[in-house]
Nanobody
Framework: QLQLVESGGGLVQPGGSLRLSCLAS????????IGWFRQAPGKERDWVSC????????YYADAVKGRFTISRDNAKNTAYLQMNSLTPDDAAVYYC???????????????WGQGTQVTVSS
């Protein structure tokens, strides 16, 4: 079965950190850019970050720039999103997707994960 599986979400206090993982199953991530998205209750889905297939290019939404870091390990078929200095505004379900960075920014993807919940609260 071809799928992306996110993990690493949870409850964290404001100012804390989490690292999300996105594992590809049934296909190789090498040929795909990986994007991260998030959606809070009652809000639209937002694009967060994207990394190219060989990690040569990384892109961030203004809201997370300087706090989040995207990375990948193709040998492990996994991408990551390191999130630091979290605030309640970062609370959402986070999704990863595989495709092309330019198309991913418009929500066009080849594969989509099931999401992992991030809660930021004291």
């Amino acid at each position: 079965q071809l799928q992306l599986v996110e993990s690493g979400g949870g409850l964290v206090q404001p100012g804390g950190s989490l690292r999300l993982s996105c594992l590809a199953s049934g296909f190789t991530l090498d040929y795909y850019a990986i994007g991260w998205f998030r959606q809070a209750p009652g809000k639209e889905r937002d694009w967060v970050s994207c990394i190219s297939s060989r990690s040569s290019s990384k892109y961030y939404a203004d809201a997370v720039k300087g706090r989040f870091t995207i990375s990948r390990d193709n040998a492990k078929n996994t991408a990551y999103l390191q999130m630091n200095s979290l605030t309640p505004d970062d609370a959402a379900v986070y999704y990863c997707a595989a495709g092309d960075c330019e198309r991913l920014q418009y929500g066009l993807y080849d594969y989509w994960g099931q999401g992992t919940q991030v809660t930021v609260s004291s």
